[in-house]
């Protein structure tokens, strides 16, 4: 079964950094390529950055473009989100989810497997 726990949430002060991990196992890591997306209380789910399903390529949502960064380790089977520079907007809860199909990357239906997320609080 697939299975992924994001960490690294924590609140931090507006300008700091945070780093998420993404852990994932129950298949083969390279096998599909992962995304994250965040929620804030009484929003939608919202698309924050994914790779293309190469892998080659990254995708970022237009609100965290020049501050967050997708990476991963293969060997570790871990997606990384580090997110620099960070408001009081992006507060919320990140979720880490493995991409299953379709061609629209920035779709929560384009996802089969998600983490339980891990709270991010940016305070002003």
């Known amino acids: 079964q697939v299975h992924l726990v994001e960490s690294g949430g924590g609140l931090v002060q507006a300008g700091g950094s945070l780093r998420l991990s993404c852990a994932a196992s129950?298949?083969?890591?390279?096998?599909?390529?992962m995304g994250w997306f965040r929620q804030a209380p009484g929003k939608e789910r919202e698309f924050v950055a994914a790779?293309?399903?190469?892998?080659?390529?990254?995708y970022y949502g237009d609100s965290v473009k020049g501050r967050f960064t997708i990476s991963r380790d293969n060997a570790k089977n871990t997606v990384y989100l580090q997110m620099n520079s960070l408001k009081p907007e992006d507060t919320g809860v990140y979720y880490c989810?493995?991409?299953?199909?379709?061609?629209?990357?920035?779709?929560?239906?384009?996802?089969?497997?998600w983490g339980q997320g891990t709270q991010v609080t940016v305070s002003s």
């Open positions: 989810a493995r991409r299953a199909n379709g061609d629209n990357v920035y779709s929560l239906n384009s996802y089969d497997y």
């Open positions: 129950g298949y083969p890591f390279n096998s599909a390529p």
């Open positions: 790779f293309s399903w190469s892998g080659l390529s990254t």
